[in-house]
């Protein structure tokens, strides 16, 4: 059992930063992608970054690019969003997903995965 647990979030001020972690149960090798997502109130959930497991190819919705950065530490079993020039429109519920079928351009588009975690929440005030 595939199990991903977030961490990191927290309220912050406009132009701050947070570092979200996603611990990983199992080892990250092979095929897919590991990424993350957010959803706003009342908003549907959004792809931001994804990294493939093979390579380490990242890619970023538009509205966070030069701002975050996704990284992985295969040893450690932990995949890490670092937030930077944070927003209030950056305030979410950020989601660690994984998906070994998934390429990492595709599941920036959203949709099924395989595994998800259940969330941290990040709140950005102005």
């Known amino acids: 059992q595939v199990q991903l647990v977030e961490s990191g979030g927290g309220s912050v001020q406009t132009g701050g930063s947070l570092r979200l972690s996603c611990a990983v149960s199992?080892?990250?090798?092979?095929?897919?992608?590991m990424g993350w997502f957010r959803q706003a109130p009342g908003k549907e959930r959004e792809g931001v970054a994804t990294?493939?497991?093979?390579?380490?190819?990242?890619y970023y919705a538009e509205s966070v690019k030069g701002r975050f950065t996704i990284s992985r530490d295969n040893a450690k079993k932990t995949l890490y969003l670092e937030m930077n020039s944070l927003k209030p429109e950056d305030t979410a519920m950020y989601y660690c997903?994984?998906?070994?079928?998934?390429?990492?351009?595709?599941?920036?588009?959203?949709?099924?995965?395989?595994?998800w975690g259940k969330g941290t929440l990040v709140t950005i005030s102005s």
């Open positions: 199992v080892s990250i090798y092979g095929g897919g992608f």
């Open positions: 990294i493939s497991i093979t390579g380490g190819n990242t």
């Open positions: 997903a994984l998906d070994r079928f998934k390429t990492a351009i595709q599941a920036l588009r959203g949709g099924h995965m395989e595994y």
